[in-house]
Structure formats: C-alpha cells, structure tokens
C-alpha cells in the first residue's frame, strides 16, 4: 500500500523511505535536572498553566495557553530576567491537525539562559502582540503575517515586510509550492501590461540553461563563432565619430580631423 | 508592446512631495549607495531633521527558509554563503553547527582549528569591509583603499584554501573537506605580523579626524534598554553597554581554549561602535595566532581526522569511498537521499561579526528540515532604524546605517 501523503504540503518529500524505519529522538531532559531552568518554570506555572515542558539540546522548551503569551513574556522580562527577544515565528502544521506552532526564543544574558516557548493556534486565529514588551516582535510579527498569514492583535503596523504590498498569498505555507503560485509567475507581467498582456508576453522562462542561439541582442555571433583576431567588419566603412559640439569647443576654432595628427606615443 | 503607464502605480516612486504641514517625505533608497544594498528609507522631514523613519526592506529576499525546506541539508549549505556575503564561512559554520547540534555530533579537533581559523578570517574580512565601506560614505576614500588592499590579502588565503573568494561554502556538516593549503600559515602570520600597523594606520587616519569625530560623536546613540528590547547583537550591543559575546558566554569549538577580550563601551553612539570594531580586529588577531599554535600541536600530535565519524550522517573520507563496497554505498545514500536527523527541534546561536546569527531547525526525521528559521542579526540592526534616526539629520542617516553593518542578503534572506 502507497504511503499516505497529505495533499496539502506540496513541500519537497523524501523519494524513498525504508517501510521500517523509525526515526530516532533528539533526546529531551527532564526540567528539574537544570535548577536555572526548574526554578524558573516554577515561577511560570505558578501563575500560568504550562502544558509541556522539558529541556532539549541545552533550551528550556516550555508550552503555554495561546491567550497567556503577553503576560508569560512580562513576568519573564521583569522578574526572570529573560531581557531578549531573540526569535519568533511560525511552524505550520495546517497539513497535520490546522494548527501552527509559534515559537518565542528568549534569552537571559544574566542567566546565560535561553528559554522556547510556544503554543498552538488554530488556522485563522490571530496572536496577541508582544511588541510592547519586545520592539524586536515589531518586525517578527510582521514577518509572520507575511510569511504566515498569521496577524497580531494590537500591532501598529501590520503590514507585509519580505513580500511586495500587493502580494497574494503566504510563502512560507507548507501549500504554497517551492515555485510560486500563478499569482507569482505572472505577478509583474499583470502589473506592469496587465492580465490581457500575458498571452502575447508568454511565460517566465525557467530554464537557467535555456540559450536561444538566434538571439543575436545577448548572445552575439553565437553558433557563429570566429578565431581571435579575425577581422568581422567585411571592408565596412568606419563610422567616422566627431565629437564636435554643435557651437564648437572652446578655443578650438576649426577641427579637420583628416589633416590631423594622432599622437600614438605617449613617450614622445 | 507598449506599457501602459496607468497600470504602474509607484507607492513612493517619486522623490519627493509635499504635506499640508510641511513635513517633506525623502525616499531615500532602494539603490542608494550608501544604503549598503537594498534598502529604501521613507523619511519624514521638518526641514533637515528627521521626524519619523520608516525603513522598507525585502528587495533581496530570495526565500532561503523555503528553500531549506525543499532541500536536503549538505544541498542548504552554499544557499547559506548568500546570506552574510561578507564573511560567508561564519553562515555556513552556523548552519553546521546547527546540524551537528541536531544530530549530536563531535567535530574532530583538527577541523575545529580550522573551522575557528576561518571563522576569525572571515571576522576580520567583515570589519575591514565595514570600515572600508563606511569610512567611503563619511567620504574617507584613503581608509577605503588601504582597508580593502588588507581585506583582498586575506581573500587570497581563502581562495587559496576553498577556491572561493566571496562565497565560500568551506565548512561541512560534521567538519571540514579539506586542510588548510601548505602557504596557508604563513600567508596568515605575514599578514597578521602586518596587521597592528594596518590597524593602526587606520586610525591614525580617523580617530582624531575632526570630520570623522563630528559624524560619529554623539549621533546614532543607542540606549542598552533600546539595543536589548530591539534585540540586538553583536558590536551592536557591545557599543550599548552589554559586554555579550557568544564566544565568550556560551563558547562553541574551541574558543573556551584561546585567550580573548571582548571590547565593550557605554556610549552606545557610532563612535563606540567604531572603536569596538578596531578593538575586536585586534582581539581576531590575538585569536588566530593562538589558533595557529593550535594547529601546529593538531599537527605534532598526528591528528589529522578532518570530517566526524558518523556513518549515518556524515560520508566517509573519500580514500574509504573509493577502496571500500560499504562507504561507497552510505555515500551514495547520503548523497541521493540526504541525511536524516533525528527527530527534534534545536536552535544555535554563534557569534557572526555582525552579531548573533542563529539557526532554529524544526526536524522531523526526514532528509529535508521540515522548518528552518534563520536568525539574522542585521534585520533587526535594520529595524532599529525606526526608532534610531528620528531627530538625526540627513547627513547622520548615512553614517548611522554605517555603524549598524547591516548586510542586505541576511536582512532579507
């Protein structure tokens, strides 16, 4: 039997995968095993209810209510001592269960701490702004939303960053295919001519190794190559170039360039 | 075909125009050439002085974290190079270590002394660069040209060691390919024995420049509490008062071995972080003549592994593929299908030169990380313009974006 596939993440899957492979752990510790880490999710649950948590490759990893997200960050910031936000975004797991995983990263330069913490929103559900404790959220946020789809509740400028104004659609969506949408292929051909234009512009040529050989604007003489030094021109008459101003020049009154003399020399 | 020129609706194309309140709107950028790349400002203007910054990137976004999530992780490699160009071995170490970190793996001592023997190169190509760059927008066209004739010395030793001068792609998950070339080490110390009167030669040129001081003193300030809440790193937040340097506080390879200081000042204006980039070009230098000396004992002491052994992750060197059935086929394996981590979530912060570059990979036991957050420090040197530049001058604009060394490859990724 074919291995199910979910039609919505149109990422790039493995070709080949063993029927009986079973993939191995990052191993995950135990919170009380660091007393940095327990005493801090202590002061966290003792006011915030906490779904997870553990430590994984030296980083509290610790799960929280989607709603409790501003608060948790204060108490951190004010009385733990994480001053940092180093990192925030999105994981989309639309394809698995409509959810995404937003992760914070924060960082205690006292403590030489980092903490994780995330929680799950449904698709379309909005996250609360933490860009009144962070202003670094300011432009994670926004990446977010432009990359996501995601918005933030009192942002106050929510707007795409990466992503032109008028774009449409979320990049980083496990449904959005590695190549872009039709709104992407034809996105400056529909701006620029307009819709009706894309028949007599045709398509982006994708291919990076594409030559057209009769092309004679970029690729000059191509299939037609000659030896260095061979002479091209057929007995073609030189352009003359004059570079006389209409007025003439100053104090040049009259210029005959064929009884003139180059000098060639420049050691004379 | 004609364009229709009604379908073209520039936002801010124009240069300039007019509001009711005399408040004048300067688009300044995408392509100015003190914008360091891409990077378009909206200033809003009372006269000379700014009133609100809106600073407007994604001019060079190419996608990277999509296409990590499309590509098995040896392909993400040289995609990492075009992040930072300016030091793209210290992109790739991150996204190596990153992996390593992942899957659990020691790197062998050899390659860790070379590895920090780039990484510390390419520290300094990044400063020089800096300077040269912004001593040219201040209009020091003198520091320009010594600072690159010092930067294009260290591009040959590492053309020298991978072939590349710019995008380097000269570290691998697990190690590195190769050893460092026979003229390597003495290429190195030539130019390190130089270094000190380089350095000081540039600042014989600006530190007591009355020009230099003027643009720099007192502009640009930033508060520690501003630099930690827009979450800033590197020299950045050094010059702000904060003496963090992941080298020093969480230290990765072998940099808890070697002896450095991490120059730090309280001022927090462009000057400071002037100074600090001198300061660190110096504590490099004191780096790498420890990492020779490293070197040599790797080499006394006849180690000379230079990739993990890992047969599940990592190819076997390249004598064992050649002459042996059973590394042909692993190497085959990886090379197809890629390597598969485990299943896991790790985030990696180093210390890049322009600050703290972290890579977050979402695994899930599959060749292709299923998400991968690159953390570049420069988008938020980058945010920090908004809060930075109102009530500067226009002329400040130009060397705050200087001493804030952003990188429009890593601001846009």
Redesign the interface.
Known sequence: MRAYTPKDDV???????DRF?V????P?QDVADDAVFAADLEAISAKFEVKESFI??G?M?VYINANDIYAVLELMRDELEY?????M?A??WLAKDNTFEI?Y?MLS?NK?K?I?IKYFIENGQAVDSVEKL???A??SEREMFD?FGIEANNHPFMK??????DWQGN??LKT?P?EGDEFAAWYEVD????KE?RD??GPELRDTARVDRYDSNRFARLGFEVPKGTEITDDMEKTVQSYQEDGGVFLITKLDKESSKVIDDPQR | ?A??KN??TP?FENITFDRDDNELVLNFGPQHPSAHGQLRLMLHLQQEQIVKAHPD??YL?R?M???A???IYNEFMPTTDRMDYIASSSNNYGFALAVE??I?LEVPRRAKVIRMMLLEINRLMSHLFWLATTALDIGAMTVFLYAFREREYLMDIIEGYCGARLTHAAIRIGGVPLDIQDSFLHQLRVFLNKLPENIKDYEDLLDTNRIWLMRMEEVGTISTE?A????C?GPMLRASG?A?DLRK??PYELYDEVEFNVPFSDKGDNFARYRIYMEEMRESAKILYQVIEMYEKCVDNNETALMAHAPKYISAPKLDIMTQNYSLMQHFVLVT??M??????????TESPKG?L?F?I???????P??L?L?APS??HT??L??LLPGHYIPDVVSIIGTTNIVFGEV??
């Open positions: 990422q790039a899957k493995a070709y080949y995968t492979y993939a191995p752990q990052v995950k994984q490759v980083q990893v001053t940092q936000l180093t990192e975004s994981i989309d992760f990263q330069m030489r980092r994780r962070f202003r670094s300011d432009w990359m795409r960053i990466l992503m032109p104004y990049p980083l959005y590695l701006k620029i001519y307009g234009a007599i512009i | 075909m364009q229709i379908r073209l936002f990137v994604g976004h996608g974290e999509k296409m999530e499309n590509m970190k992942l659990g501003m930690l809440s827009w979450g790193s904060v963090w506080e969480e299908q890629g598969r981590p485990p299943v896991g979530e790790v985030y990696v912060a703290e972290g977050f979402n695994s899930q036991g599959g060749p292709y299923y998400r957050k953390r988008f938020w945010g920090i908004t809060d846009d990724r």
